[in-house]
Nanobody, 115 residues
Framework: QVQLVESGGGLVQAGGSLRLSCAAS????????MGWYRQAPGKQRELVAE???????NYADDVKGRFTISRDNAKKTVYLEMGSLKPEDTAVYYC?????????WGQGTQVTVSS
């Protein structure tokens, strides 16, 4: 069964840092594009960062230079290092895995940035 479990969210002051982790189960991880999305109250879910299985990264404009996505295929885990956090980064952050055959979401982890 394909499953994603996020962790690492919490409350942080503006300017602070957090590291999110997403642990995957199943055999798809090495071939999937892994991504982080977020959804703030009253807003649509949006892409934060993604990393295809073959390498390379893609970031939303407003997190470039502040967030870093990475993956460890041996551990089947994808990370999101978040720095210089702003109150507008407050949202539920979701992990996503997609390939030709799957499109799986985690349950989400709350990130709250206080001003």
């Amino acid at each position: 069964q394909v499953q994603l479990v996020e962790s690492g969210g919490g409350l942080v002051q503006a300017g602070g840092s957090l590291r999110l982790s997403c642990a995957a189960s199943g055999s798809f991880f090495s071939i999937a594009t892994m991504g982080w999305y977020r959804q703030a109250p009253g807003k649509q879910r949006e892409l934060v960062a993604e990393m295809p299985s073959g390498g390379g990264t893609n970031y939303a404009d407003d997190v470039k230079g502040r967030f870093t996505i990475s993956r460890d295929n041996a551990k089947k885990t994808v990370y999101l290092e978040m720095g210089s956090l702003k109150p507008e980064d407050t949202a539920v952050y979701y992990c996503n895995a997609r390939s030709w055959t799957i499109n799986v979401w985690g349950q989400g982890t709350q990130v709250t940035v206080s001003s």
